[in-house]
Structure formats: structure tokens, C-alpha cells
């Protein structure tokens, strides 16, 4: 697990000394990516605010720029198997992120899909659809 946020290494230190209680992070020993160049934001999609890149290849902004609060579950290999993408007042549901870990590693480790509300221990179903077949053969 990452976290990355378009916040700079001093403000992460700052939540990471403030409570939980008191809306803070701490306890929280994964590391954390200050993105403030923007760069990852931009590449997953999430960046929000107007700007665009210039002639050098440079992101030039006209206003603030903040990342919506993304989550990205990424396989082994890479690809983005899942993601939830909220708008700044909307937090993302931990409980619902932990089940696609589950459903994910059940399905790296037994080519079983997990259907819609799937959760650990449910019965799954062996899926003949081709990307599926494509990806365990690829992996």
C-alpha cells in the first residue's frame, strides 16, 4: 500500500503527528508520496483544476490544482484492476477497498471470479469470458 497526495513531505509530517481523532494520520507506517510536481496525479486522471502542458512538456496551471481522492487497486503486473474516483467532500469506503484486495488475490491465486458483492469465502465463478482467459494466460 501507497498513499500519495499533491500535498508537499512537511504538510504529510504534520498530519502524520496529528491524532486520528482530531482528523489526523497518525499510526499510519505505509509510505506516503508527496506528488507535488503533480506528475502521478496527472497520470492517473485525477488531478483537477485548469492547466495543461506546455511547449517543454511542463504542466503550467491557471489556477489551484488538487488531486480528487482516487483509489487504485493495481495487480502485480501493473494493471489497474480496480479504481474509485470521488469528488473532494465524498471519503472512500474502506471496508468496500479491502474486499477488492480479497476478491483481487482470489483471483491471482485461483483464476475464480468474484461476482458483484463477492466477500471472502463466497462462493466465486469460473468465467470463460476471453479477457479473463487472456489475462490468466498472460499472467
Not at 498513499?3 to 499510519?28: F, R, Y
Not at 479491502?98 to 488475490?105: P, S, T
Request: hydrophobic share 35%.
Amino acid at each position: 500500500m501507497v498513499a500519495c497526495s499533491t500535498d508537499t513531505e512537511q504538510s504529510h509530517w504534520g498530519w502524520l503527528n496529528m491524532p486520528k481523532e482530531q482528523g489526523g494520520i497518525q499510526g499510519v507506517t505505509y509510505p506516503i508520496v508527496a506528488d507535488t510536481s503533480k506528475t502521478i496525479s496527472t497520470n492517473y486522471g485525477v488531478l483537477a483544476g485548469d492547466y495543461e502542458y506546455n511547449e517543454k512538456d511542463e504542466l503550467a496551471a491557471s489556477g489551484p490544482m488538487i488531486a480528487y481522492r482516487g483509489l487504485f487497486l493495481i495487480d502485480k503486473t501493473g494493471t489497474v484492476m480496480h479504481q474509485v474516483v470521488n469528488f473532494f467532500p465524498l471519503g472512500r469506503n474502506v471496508d468496500e477497498a479491502l474486499r477488492m484486495v480479497d476478491a483481487l488475490q482470489h483471483f491471482e491465486n485461483h483464476g475464480e471470479v468474484c461476482p458483484a458483492n463477492w466477500q471472502k469465502g463466497d462462493d466465486t465463478m469460473v468465467e470463460t469470458h476471453e479477457s479473463v482467459a487472456g489475462y490468466l494466460a498472460a499472467h
